[in-house]
């Protein structure tokens, strides 16, 4: 499994995801991103999950500690994945849940959600 972030263009941040997703590696990767943050800082997230195989079988994945202390940071969040993910990975996200939009794209509509991102 693969977890990677990457400052593209302006508040543009692209969240890579690939194979089988563990709590420890994503938040290792998502916290370090965050403290890199100046205070003022808000970012628009791109998702990017290819070849992602779901969740590893873990209690922690209820903590919510950095969705509380950064979810209002996180202004627009769009998802690009295969659609047999769609419900588990919006719902991942946090949608419904939080202030900032979240938006499923198919593979082929990688550029439709950059530009929805820019909105």
């Given at each position: 499994m693969a977890v990677?972030?990457?400052?593209?263009?302006?508040?543009?941040r692209v969240l890579r995801i690939?194979?089988?997703l563990k709590k420890k590696e994503f938040d290792a990767v998502i916290n370090a991103e965050a403290r890199s943050w100046e205070s003022q800082t808000h970012v628009r997230l791109l998702v990017l999950a290819e070849?992602?195989?779901?969740?590893e079988q873990n209690e922690e994945w209820g903590d919510l500690?950095?969705?509380?202390?950064?979810g209002d940071r996180i202004d627009k969040i769009a998802i690009v994945a295969d659609p047999k993910w769609e419900d588990d990975l919006t719902?991942?996200?946090?949608?419904?849940?939080?202030r900032a939009p979240v938006k499923f794209f198919r593979p082929s509509?990688?550029?439709s959600a950059?530009?929805?991102l820019k909105e």
């Open positions: 990677t972030i990457q400052k593209e263009e302006g508040d543009l690939s194979g089988m070849g992602f195989q779901g969740w500690s950095f969705f509380l202390k950064y719902m991942f996200a946090g949608s419904g849940f939080r509509q990688s550029i950059r530009e929805w």
